[in-house]
């Protein structure tokens, strides 16, 4: 079966036109209106597994907007893909008992497309924008007066017949969720009252979102195969509730059960290309072109060339991961293989 991820934004990378990856932290084309993901979406803040510290901070600012009788502050959620920030959104408006309008930036090309969502918005109503880093300037500069006074400057005509209009906006928050927070620009990044990171999930959270999504699916997932799951799914909800999705696909198929052990998971693995460390083909070329140059620290734009990748993939989405389990560091002279990684390496190529 083919795994075809592409990100809403990669279209064009070239990666997207090959095989895509299971692991890939990034949403793909048919998880997009699937049910079962939407199945998967937490209910309440108390569904919502981990991130204790963002849910406590985010409570008590919606518990004292109401209080006050005030819109919650403009929030910016930032951190990888698939680790919850349009779920935490969307339940946000759920406790401010409001609508949620979701967008993503590179949908809003024209100055008029910022202007129509603005002005669709209703008092208190949230307007979710993901990928604000991607906004157009025209776009982002809109926002600025909307976000502050709650007011739409706008310049109609041109040259001597151009008049300024004002347009008073209801009130209303935005929530913008990024991947790349350095790439916000200044203006806008102050404008946020609330900015918050969301971190990898530790092994033992994302076994409760496993188990607890194996639940909704009619699934008797086993302790170990759970944990196995848990432990490889590079910290993120989406890579785990994707690869829980593939191993019942294979016990479904090959094994005519609903229930899942660890062999099953072993196996349904194996025929991913996925190792007990949760490394799938791509991470292992990108390991392997490393420790072909020995102790050298070797830049992205050469591993990207002769990966055949795109720089900008491998750098946000193969890398966090291998540095998150000790096996590369980025150097300013590069990228460079750990003893850990080495190890790991040569055990795969002597298999
Ligand atoms: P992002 O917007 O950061 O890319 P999403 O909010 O779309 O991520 O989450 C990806 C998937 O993971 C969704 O199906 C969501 O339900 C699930 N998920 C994310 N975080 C959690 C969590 N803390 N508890 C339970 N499920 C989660």
Redesign the pocket.
């Given at each position: 079966m083919a795994i075809i991820s592409s990100s809403l934004d990669e279209s064009n990378s070239p990666r997207s036109r090959k095989e895509l990856r299971i692991v890939d932290?990034?949403?793909i084309s048919e998880?997009k209106n699937n049910k079962n993901?939407?199945l998967?979406?937490?209910n309440s803040f108390k569904?919502?597994?981990?991130?204790d510290q963002i849910k406590s901070t985010l409570k008590i600012a919606i518990e004292a907007s109401t209080y006050r009788n005030e819109v919650l502050e403009h929030t910016l959620?930032y951190?990888?893909?698939?680790?919850?920030?349009?779920?935490?959104?969307?339940l946000i408006a759920e406790e401010m008992n409001t609508k949620c309008r979701v967008t993503s930036a590179p949908s809003i090309e024209r100055p008029r497309d910022i202007v129509g969502l603005l002005l669709g918005l209703k008092e208190g109503e949230i307007l979710f924008i993901?990928e604000i880093h991607r906004l157009n300037k025209l776009a982002e500069e809109l926002l600025y007066s909307a976000m502050e006074d709650f007011r739409l400057d706008l310049t109609m005509g041109a040259n001597r017949g151009a008049r300024c209009r004002t347009i008073n906006l209801p009130k209303f928050t935005l929530i913008g969720?990024t991947?790349k927070f350095a790439s916000i620009s200044a203006p806008l990044r102050d404008r946020f009252g609330i900015c918050q990171k969301?971190e990898f999930?530790s092994v033992d959270?994302l076994q409760?979102?496993i188990f607890?999504?194996s639940t909704l699916i009619n699934l008797h997932l086993e302790n170990d195969a759970c944990c196995m799951l848990a432990k490889i799914s590079r910290g993120?909800?989406?890579i785990?509730?994707r690869l829980l999705k593939r191993v019942r696909d294979y016990s479904q198929v090959i094994k005519k059960t609903n229930k899942i052990s660890l062999e099953a998971v072993e196996k349904a693995l194996i025929s991913q290309k996925i190792d007990n460390k949760g490394l799938d083909n791509l991470d292992r070329k990108f390991l392997s072109f490393l420790n072909l140059n020995l102790n050298y620290p070797v830049g992205l734009d050469s591993i990207a060339a002769a990966l055949g990748e795109d720089s900008s993939m491998l750098e946000f989405v193969v890398e966090p991961y291998l540095i998150q389990i000790g096996f590369i560091i980025r150097t300013p002279r590069g990228r460079v293989l750990t003893s850990l990684g080495k190890k790991y390496i040569n055990s795969k190529n002597e298999n």
């Open positions: 932290s990034n949403i998880e993901v939407n998967a979406r937490p569904e919502f597994i981990g991130q959620l951190g990888q893909p698939g680790l919850g920030k349009t779920t935490l959104a969307l993901d969720a991947t969301i999930y959270e409760e979102i607890n999504f993120t909800p989406r785990a509730l």
